[in-house]
């Protein structure tokens, strides 16, 4: 399935700056709805940053009001036959799953409208900041649709019964709400929305990329595990993690009272 119009513009926007990838949704007009092509593009940048080792953090976006506004209806709505509905949510599905298999930690810059898949990005962010003002929702069943993909990350995100309510009602989550749920980590006022983010970004460059992207596999590997299972996990992937030279050198460095040394990743 493929989008029937073609736009002059790319769909997808990707800056970098000292190690920070910013990949930004180019559909204002349809409030960055994910259309079959953009995912495909979204799907190809992943791919594309998943082996860049000059790339520490990706920041995902939006153009125009909106973050996204999730799926295009329109495009889906002129495929109604299953094969294709299959198709486009497969392919969404492992979009997703990148954004938790990249090595690299992904921050979600919410700064409009989260809705339905859109809503869905933000939570399979690892990390999300948004402006005050934002809203979510999951409003699908308003339309008969009930939003079962984005249910998935929902519910590792927020407590079960909250999920599920957002789900059911399709009513809009406040930024604030969504923070103390546990949808966003941080909120802050638009004008410091980029501000915010770049405290995050700073941050994560200044650690050892080898124990962040060590960490952020085990760290979704033991969530899917039972409490023994991903003790074992986590022993075993602590123990790696010591053999590494950034652990030696870092832990050296401190017990020394010296400096923290360059990173080299191995």
């Known amino acids: ?16 700056d000292n190690g920070v990838t910013t990949l930004t949704l ?33 920041v995902l976006a939006g153009a125009g009001k909106a973050f996204c506004a999730g799926h295009d209806l329109k495009e889906m709505r002129s495929h109604p036959d299953k094969a294709c509905q299959q198709a486009l949510f497969k392919k969404c599905g ?18 409009g409208m989260a809705v339905a898949a859109g ?13 005050s003002e934002v809203k979510f929702a999951v409003s699908g ?20 019964k909250q999920a599920f309510e957002m789900l059911v009602t399709g009513e809009f989550m406040d930024a604030a709400t969504a923070c103390a749920r546990g949808l966003v980590n941080r909120v802050v006022p ?17 650690k050892s990329p080898m124990a ?10 033991q969530a899917e595990m039972g409490l023994e299972a991903a003790y ?17 050198g870092g832990i050296d460095a401190f017990i020394g009272k010296q400096p923290m040394p360059q990173w080299k990743g191995k």
């Open 1 to 16: 399935m493929s989008a029937v119009l073609q736009s002059s513009e790319p769909l997808l926007l990707r800056s970098d």
């Open 26 to 58: 180019n559909r204002p007009g349809q409030f960055n709805s994910l259309s079959d092509a953009l995912i495909e593009e979204l799907q190809a940048a992943l791919d594309a940053i998943a082996t860049d080792k000059s790339v520490r953090v990706v």
């Open 94 to 111: 492992r979009m997703m799953m990148k954004l938790v298999e990249l090595p690299q930690p992904v921050i979600a810059r919410v700064h």
């Open 119 to 131: 809503c869905q990005l933000v939570a399979m962010c690892d990390l999300a900041v948004a402006a």
């Open 141 to 160: 069943v308003n339309l008969g649709l009930f939003c079962s993909t984005p249910a998935v990350p929902l519910s590792r995100n927020l407590p079960r």
């Open 190 to 206: 638009a004008v410091e929305l980029e501000a915010e983010v770049k405290k995050l970004t700073t941050s994560i460059c200044a």
């Open 212 to 221: 962040v992207a060590m960490g952020k596999q085990a760290f979704y590997r």
């Open 232 to 248: 074992q996990l986590a022993a075993e992937t602590m123990a790696c993690n010591m053999m590494a030279e950034d652990a030696q």
